[in-house]
């Protein structure tokens, strides 16, 4: 597969241990089911945490960027990221965004299993 | 599905621009082919760029924690990681490297479709 009609949004934040990285993961899920789950198209939120306990990433997953975009049209941002502001704000630890411009990707290539290349 | 037994890195870049994401992409794609792809228990690596052109994610999967450790113990780390640094010095634009700490992932948590919870 070179190339998915998927739309992404990846959340990315450093937190300073495992205890906040589980806190961060918790409270960002119920986002999720408060917020965002309902959604057309809406396919999935995946929370990857690094093995060190420093770092989290949510993998939003549409199912199209119109879908997004729906969603982005359509929902209560407002109230949503007053949500996520009051989650930030109620962990013990600190976790801070390392987001940096426009928040939403496609894949646009895949590499699968296969034989080493070798060519020059 | 609240887990999987999957595990991954997390390749992380700023860029100054699409034409630079779109080189990176294609250099760490040949990385991939020459160095990675063809070990135990890899399974994909999955190229995530920013629709503003900015950023590059690199999602490397393998399937279990046990594979990864063996494709880092077996393989040649210092010749990859030669290859990686020739590599973005080959590049036309700027790419700056967003990890921080160990570069490894496991998903702990995914939420899927479902109704708005609106319990209090």
Not at 35 to 42: A, E, L, N
Not at 75 to 96: F, H, Y
């Amino acid at each position: 597969m070179d190339r998915d009609s998927a739309f992404y949004s990846i959340i990315d934040y450093t937190v300073d241990g495992p205890g906040t990285q589980q806190e961060l993961v918790a409270v960002f899920s119920e986002i999720q089911e408060r917020w965002v789950r309902f959604y057309p198209g809406y396919q999935s939120a995946r929370f990857h945490v690094s093995t060190d306990g420093t770092r989290v990433y949510n993998i939003v997953r549409w199912a199209s960027e119109a879908d997004y975009r729906n969603f982005v049209d359509t929902s209560d941002s407002e109230g949503r990221m007053t949500a996520i502001r009051k989650a930030l704000e109620g962990l013990s630890g600190k976790a801070e965004a390392r987001m940096s411009g426009v928040p939403t990707y496609t894949v646009v290539r895949e590499i699968g299993p296969g034989p080493q290349r070798v060519d020059a």
